[in-house]
């Protein structure tokens, strides 16, 4: 049960570069969301999709674009990166972890992200 | 939109002391949750609190849900090196509905060194 598995870990991309980060996660979970950390800015809401068909913007969602390719599956893309998406992206999933059943939000390792 | 203030933004202890960091907000939350992120990681949940004032336990972790749903807090007894993290808090609103559950609002987060 790997949970949520984001990939590229790192990424340095030029100006003007397009790149999608992928996600996916093995808990059958409806929900998922793509974060971006920034220091002293804590997790910040890009994109979620509430349910596979589903894609709703969050707090930041200028200059990218999301995919919910099936249940498991919620890519990011950036279509021209610039300096000021610089950041640690994280994807997590929402719903029901552990003998106990309670819903949690669960994240990916994140990735890694230098635009020059 | 919503803000949460986290506190202390850095700790510095020595091994075995006790630290304790909060969360408050100017809105109402119904569900409080504390993670910890390591270098190079994912935010790993701690604690879930579900009703207002609830305490829970997690090992050396306490955490408590305000009884105005307004914060909350995390203790850490005992302090040990792998302590060493930053431990964010998360609320969720008490308007979500069943499309917002992993629109988690996030501190800044608590940076913490133990010094051995």
């Known amino acids: 049960n790997a949970g949520v598995t984001q990939t590229p870990k790192f990424q340095v991309l030029k100006t003007g570069q397009s790149m999608t980060l992928q996600c996916a996660q093995d808990?059958?979970?409806?929900?998922m969301y793509w974060y971006r950390q920034d220091p002293g800015m804590g997790l910040r809401l890009i994109y979620y999709s509430a349910s596979e068909g589903t894609t709703d913007k969050g707090e930041v969602p200028n200059g990218y674009n999301v995919s919910r390719l099936n249940k498991r599956e919620f890519s990011l893309r950036l279509e021209s990166a610039a300096p000021s998406q610089t950041s640690v992206y994280f994807c997590a999933s929402w719903g029901r972890q552990g003998a106990s059943g309670a819903n949690v939000l669960t994240f990916g390792a994140g990735s890694r992200l230098t635009v020059l | 939109g919503q803000q949460l203030n986290q506190s202390p933004q850095s700790m510095f202890i020595q091994e075995g002391e006790d630290v304790s960091m909060n969360c408050t907000s100017s809105?109402?939350?119904?569900?409080w949750l504390w993670y910890k992120q390591e270098p190079g990681e994912g935010p790993v949940l701690l604690i879930a609190?579900?009703?207002?004032?609830e305490l829970t336990s997690n090992g050396r972790l306490t955490a408590q849900f305000g009884i105005t749903r307004k914060d909350s807090f995390l203790n850490i007894s005992a302090s040990i090196p792998s302590d060493v993290g930053i431990y964010f808090c998360a609320g969720q609103p008490t308007n979500a509905g069943g499309t917002s559950y992993g629109k988690l609002t996030f501190g800044q987060g608590t940076i913490l060194t133990v010094h051995p």
């Open positions: 609190l579900y009703k207002a004032g």
């Open positions: 809105s109402i939350f119904n569900t």
């Open positions: 808990m059958n979970h409806n929900s």
